[in-house]
């Protein structure tokens, strides 16, 4: 053992002189270490933070009815039911037309400069989220690997937000033509290049416009609350009761439906939550219906048989157990049908985009091209059929709810019947209520840049459950 005294001094000194530089070294090394999991940490915060949605408030009408902008509260006098028009689509000190009676209220004229009245009456938009454009491309990779989606990661028919310039407030509208592409209006349809664009279902389903609900669960309100003044189902002369059979004379049954509209048999361009619209009518030919059934034991067979200004086509459906037969204009296709626990069936048939589609809300089962007729009908010369009309042909078919909708009907600007861009590298963006929106059809005839694209709005429910959303 060697005692402390006999260590010489010069070594004493420097064990003490190196003791403050081995704190320094651990203290700076752990200083360093922490500020690099602090930048990581960060760095993943941050990361994390950019591709999380973001929200917004809808603040117009333009993408109504799907998103829904601020609402002024109504109730009728004469019937006295309350109902929502868009608030851009009111004028001041004009009264108000019913939905539901048709009678126009001269007393509910209001002044829409009178702020504290008009916010007591006024409901909220929708809240909405989205994401940015680094998302898009994330979760699109493999899309826009395949081509099918735009190297920026924006797909035609998205919603897209975009800020026009950098003080400007952020809005949305329908993404319709990308930089260096021909975008035309013509009748209603949209045109890429000079070929139609057809949607798919689902796409047509998320943007389409509702205008009617039979529930079963309380069908005596169709002609009040959800008809929307737009029309009705009828049932061989008697109100519908929710069963189609073969065997006719049965109670509560029937033998054949039709979806009577209130103008002359067609279906128009009408919006009803537009309060005062200058909107010329015309005939829309891009329409359906969807029914629901939440048992799927049941045996039978319907023929249906829509009726447009430019088509007649009929289309048959068989179910045998869970296995459904679908025929149309020689063409045939089978689905199988499952009714999950809690969750109903869906099926689906419509005239989009010079196609006769059948399907269910998330897929197509049969896509035929529309026998187109050469004519160039009016409404007053549509004449009294119905539109839409569904045949028992065998079976019984319970059905649980009803719906008709419509495909929207563009119009150029100032209600032409047509309009054209080329935009260069620009983006062409419409919205969906055509006749309260202001878009490439007027404020930006050339286009928007495609950086003042920010983001795209995120479907937060079913194809179904935005078209009964706006009941």
Request: net charge neutral.
């Given at each position: 053992?060697?005692?402390?005294?006999?260590?010489?001094?010069?070594?004493?000194?420097?064990?003490?002189?190196?003791?403050?530089?081995?704190?320094?070294?651990?203290?700076?090394?752990?200083?360093?270490?922490f500020?690099?999991?602090?930048?990581?940490?960060a760095?993943?915060?941050?990361?994390?933070r950019?591709?999380?949605?973001?929200?917004?408030?809808i603040?117009?009408?333009?993408?109504?009815?799907?998103?829904?902008?601020?609402?002024?509260?109504?109730?009728?006098?004469?019937?006295?039911?309350?109902?929502?028009?868009?608030?851009?689509?009111?004028?001041?000190?004009?009264?108000?037309?019913?939905?539901?009676?048709?009678?126009?209220?001269?007393?509910?004229?209001?002044?829409?400069?009178?702020?504290?009245?008009i916010?007591?009456?006024?409901?909220?938009?929708?809240?909405?989220?989205?994401?940015?454009?680094?998302?898009?491309?994330?979760?699109?990779?493999?899309?826009?690997?395949?081509g099918?989606?735009?190297?920026?990661?924006?797909?035609?028919?998205?919603?897209?937000?975009?800020?026009?310039?950098?003080?400007?407030?952020?809005?949305?509208?329908?993404?319709?033509?990308?930089?260096?592409?021909?975008?035309?209006?013509?009748?209603?349809?949209?045109?890429?290049n000079?070929?139609?664009w057809?949607?798919?279902?689902?796409?047509?389903?998320?943007?389409?416009?509702?205008?009617?609900?039979?529930?079963?669960?309380?069908?005596?309100?169709?002609?009040?609350?959800?008809?929307?003044?737009?029309?009705?189902?009828?049932?061989?002369?008697?109100?519908f009761?929710?069963?189609?059979?073969?065997?006719?004379?049965?109670?509560?049954?029937?033998?054949?439906?039709?979806?009577a509209?209130?103008?002359?048999?067609?279906?128009?361009?009408?919006l009803?939550?537009?309060?005062?619209d200058?909107?010329?009518?015309?005939?829309?030919h891009?329409?359906?219906?969807?029914?629901?059934?939440?048992?799927t034991?049941?045996?039978?067979?319907?023929?249906?048989?829509?009726h447009?200004?430019?088509?007649?086509?009929?289309?048959?459906?068989?179910?045998?157990?869970?296995?459904?037969?679908?025929?149309?204009?020689g063409?045939?296709?089978?689905?199988?049908?499952?009714?999950?626990?809690?969750?109903?069936?869906?099926?689906?048939?419509?005239?989009?985009?010079?196609?006769?589609?059948?399907?269910s809300?998330?897929?197509?089962?049969?896509?035929?091209?529309?026998?187109?007729?050469?004519?160039?009908?009016?409404?007053?010369?549509?004449?009294?059929?119905?539109?839409?009309?569904?045949?028992?042909?065998?079976?019984?078919?319970?059905?649980?709810?009803?719906?008709?909708?419509r495909?929207?009907?563009?119009?150029?600007?100032g209600?032409?019947?047509?309009?054209?861009?080329?935009?260069g590298?620009?983006?062409?963006?419409?919205?969906?209520?055509?006749?309260?929106?202001?878009?490439?059809?007027?404020?930006w005839?050339?286009?928007?840049?495609?950086?003042?694209?920010k983001?795209?709005?995120?479907?937060?429910?079913?194809?179904?459950?935005?078209?009964?959303?706006?009941?």
């Open positions: 053992m060697v005692s402390r005294e006999s260590i010489p001094a010069n070594q004493t000194e420097t064990r003490k002189s190196s003791q403050p530089r081995r704190w320094f070294i651990y203290s700076s090394s752990g200083l360093l270490i500020l690099g999991l602090a930048i990581v940490f760095a993943i915060v941050l990361l994390r950019g591709r999380l949605p973001r929200t917004g408030m603040t117009g009408s333009s993408m109504e009815p799907v998103f829904r902008g601020p609402r002024l509260v109504w109730t009728c006098s004469h019937c006295s039911e309350t109902q929502e028009f868009a608030f851009d689509t009111c004028r001041s000190n004009q009264p108000f037309r019913c939905q539901f009676c048709n009678k126009i209220d001269f007393e509910s004229a209001v002044d829409l400069d009178d702020n504290e009245r916010l007591e009456r006024t409901r909220r938009g929708d809240l909405v989220r989205f994401a940015t454009l680094r998302t898009m491309r994330s979760n699109r990779a493999q899309e826009i690997e395949n099918l989606v735009h190297p920026s990661g924006l797909k035609r028919g998205d919603v897209v937000v975009f800020q026009e310039t950098r003080d400007a407030p952020r809005e949305i509208k329908r993404l319709i033509g990308f930089a260096f592409e021909h975008i035309a209006i013509d009748e209603g349809d949209l045109f890429v000079q070929d139609r057809c949607k798919t279902l689902e796409q047509s389903l998320r943007q389409s416009i509702l205008l009617n609900v039979w529930d079963g669960a309380s069908h005596l309100r169709q002609n009040k609350r959800y008809a929307r003044a737009n029309g009705q189902w009828n049932a061989d002369g008697e109100e009761q929710g069963v189609l059979s073969s065997n006719a004379g049965k109670e509560s049954t029937s033998r054949k439906i039709t979806f509209f209130d103008l002359q048999g067609g279906i128009n361009n009408q009803a939550m537009n309060a005062h200058s909107h010329a009518l015309v005939p829309v891009d329409f359906g219906f969807a029914f629901q059934l939440s048992r034991e049941n045996a039978w067979g319907i023929e249906c048989s829509f447009s200004p430019l088509s007649r086509p009929n289309l048959s459906m068989e179910l045998d157990g869970r296995f459904l037969t679908i025929k149309a204009s063409q045939v296709a089978n689905a199988e049908l499952f009714a999950r626990q809690g969750k109903s069936v869906w099926i689906v048939m419509a005239m989009i985009d010079g196609h006769l589609i059948a399907g809300q998330d897929e197509e089962w049969l896509r035929t091209k529309l026998p187109m007729l050469d004519t160039n009908a009016t409404i007053s010369e549509i004449g009294a059929k119905a539109p839409i009309e569904v045949t028992a042909i065998s079976g019984r078919l319970a059905i649980d709810q009803l719906i008709v909708f495909d929207i009907f563009y119009r150029g600007n209600d032409s019947t047509a309009q054209s861009w080329a935009p590298d620009q983006l062409v963006v419409l919205g969906d209520n055509v006749s309260a929106s202001s878009d490439s059809r007027d404020r005839p050339d286009g928007l840049p495609t950086y003042s694209a983001g795209v709005v995120l479907p937060s429910e079913s194809p179904m459950e935005v078209l009964l959303r706006q009941r």
